[in-house]
């Protein structure tokens, strides 16, 4: 059998190396949390603008898809509008927290997939203000965006 020799080792070598003290910790950590608060409203405001502009294409979509699916079905579809959600047979999408709703609680797509009042829609936003005014009959929209904060 063949054995290995053992090496001892007669002094111990230390070496000193450089490592963060309590206060450089804590002012490191200070420094990253200012970073990343002051970001993070500039974050949330491009969320909020992203979430934003996919509501209003889900929206139009939606009633497209409403419309359409009326046409199809040649049955009346009732869209039930709240601040909440918007509901047809198709199903419902919520509206985001930050926007408001004001018009009808209800609108008829008829057999055809028009509309039968001239109602108009508003989403609001802090920011912005969609508006859709519906033509009679046709099932048609004019949709005007404005910002509110500039004239």
Do not use: C, W
Not at 6 to 14: D, G, L, P
Not at 29 to 50: E, N, R, Y
Not at 65 to 84: M, P
């Amino acid at each position: 059998m063949i054995t290995m020799p053992r090496i001892r080792i007669k002094h111990a070598v230390s070496i000193s190396l450089p490592a963060f003290t309590l206060i450089e910790s804590l002012m490191t950590l200070s420094v990253i949390a200012s970073l990343v608060l002051i970001t993070s409203g500039q974050v949330q405001s491009v969320f909020q603008s992203v979430q934003e502009q996919l509501f209003v294409h889900q929206f139009e979509t939606f009633y497209l898809d409403s419309q359409r699916y009326a046409a199809s079905q040649r049955t009346e579809n009732v869209l039930t509008l709240s601040n909440e959600h918007i509901q047809s047979a198709l199903g419902q999408i919520e509206i985001p927290d930050f926007m408001t709703y004001t018009g009808p609680d209800q609108l008829t797509l008829d057999q055809s997939g028009g509309n039968s009042s001239l109602a108009k829609l508003s989403f609001q936003t802090e920011e912005h203000q969609y508006t859709y005014q519906l033509y009679l009959g046709s099932g048609r929209y004019k949709k005007d965006s404005k910002s509110l904060h500039f004239p």
